[in-house]
């Protein structure tokens, strides 16, 4: 009995290094893309999130919110926008979460942008925040053709996301 327990620390203390360099593998590969004034890593307790301001081609800034699972990276990042909030649609409504605009829910915070599913474009375990990060600008950058011609944001990005 006393040997599974420390079995079980060990894996906990091995996991938890693991997750710290995985975490500072992360911040330099974020610090040497993007300014260092343009994101926080947050943490508040066994909570992990990622505040990141990002500036599209026509120069509007957004803010988005990377939550990041306690099983990363085996599991994905959420990314949601979070300024401005509520996003609006073409038409001026607000954007609510479907097929047509990749995205999946919105609640009092903003809404989340659908960048990773089965069968389609699935996450890898390789992938970083960075290429989550590329992946939600590229999706601001529909979202903005979007709001320009009024084509649906699943019309512009096609299965992309």
Request: glycine share 6%.
């Amino acid at each position: 009995m006393k040997s599974n327990l420390t079995q079980s620390n060990h894996q906990r203390e091995t996991s938890g290094s693991a997750q710290d360099n995985r975490r500072g593998k992360e911040l330099m590969i974020l610090q040497s893309a993007f300014p260092p004034d343009s994101f926080v890593w947050q943490t508040d307790g066994n909570k992990e999130w990622l505040d990141m301001g990002v500036k599209t081609q026509s120069n509007a800034v957004y803010r988005l919110k990377i939550t990041i699972p306690s099983d990363y990276p085996y599991s994905p990042p959420a990314v949601w926008v979070v300024h401005p909030n509520p996003l609006r649609s073409h038409s001026g409504s607000v954007l609510e979460p479907s097929v047509e605009t990749h995205t999946l829910r919105r609640d009092r915070e903003g809404i989340q942008i659908c960048l990773y599913y089965d069968g389609m474009v699935e996450w890898n375990p390789q992938y970083t925040l960075y290429h989550a990060v590329l992946k939600a600008r590229a999706w601001l950058e529909c979202y903005e053709v979007h709001l320009r011609t009024g084509k649906s944001i699943y019309d512009i990005a096609g299965k992309s996301f």
